[in-house]
């Protein structure tokens, strides 16, 4: 079974401050990782995914990924947080192409200025 | 490409109507996925297509939800009779699979009020 878990509804950092988000999985096979964001109103737009190649994978926008296999996690990063970047973040996991996608519950993000 | 086109945007019905949410993928994407998001449980996977054939529909919750995909520019998802508690934000996401997740598009959403 494919599950993710993020850490942290809600999440404030300072405008130019380190972001963060947390995203650890469950997966019994080698899993394909992804991250999007939502702004309000939207649909969710695809920020990067993993699909076993490069642990660290970047994405639009400025942010990249991790994937740590022994930590199973698939944290979020980006170095300078900009106000633009104020969403909703949601992790995703799927066992392979063509199979349904598990999302996390969200992250919130606020960039106080 | 126009993107993803679900209608109508928002939806506002009484408690037995039927409802029809409508999706227009993109075109040459081969895999179709419907969403409800709420607050309460977030996103759920309803159901999904692979070249019109429903692959997954252990998602829809009951039997008032059926979902067509009568070819690769159209998809429905049907709620009759509609109850309050089908409130929520239907998605439709377009992908094409042979890219790798590459392609993937998710539509701006149904909001459904159901009264």
Known sequence: AQSVTQLGSHVSVSEGALVLLRCNYSSSVPPYLFWYVQYPNQGLQLLLKYTSAATLVKGINGFEAEFKKSETSFHLTKPSAHMSDAAEYFCAVSRSAGNQFYFGTGTSLTVIP | ?115
Not at chain 2, 31 to 43: I, K, P, S, V
Request: hydrophobic residues 35%; negative net charge.
């Open chain 2, 1 to 115: 490409d126009a993107g993803v086109i679900q209608s109508p945007r928002h939806e506002v019905t009484e408690m037995g109507q039927e409802v029809t949410l409508r999706c227009k993928p993109i075109s040459g994407h081969d895999y179709l996925f419907w969403y409800r998001q709420t607050m309460m449980r977030g996103l759920e996977l309803l159901i999904y297509f692979n070249n019109n054939v429903p692959i997954d529909d252990s998602g829809m919750p009951e039997d008032r939800f059926s979902a067509k995909m009568p070819n690769a520019s159209f998809s429905t998802l049907k709620i009759q009779p509609s109850e309050p508690r089908d409130s929520a934000v239907y998605f439709c996401a377009s992908i094409q699979g042979a890219t790798g997740f590459d392609e993937q598009f998710f539509g701006p959403g149904t909001r459904l009020t159901v009264l």
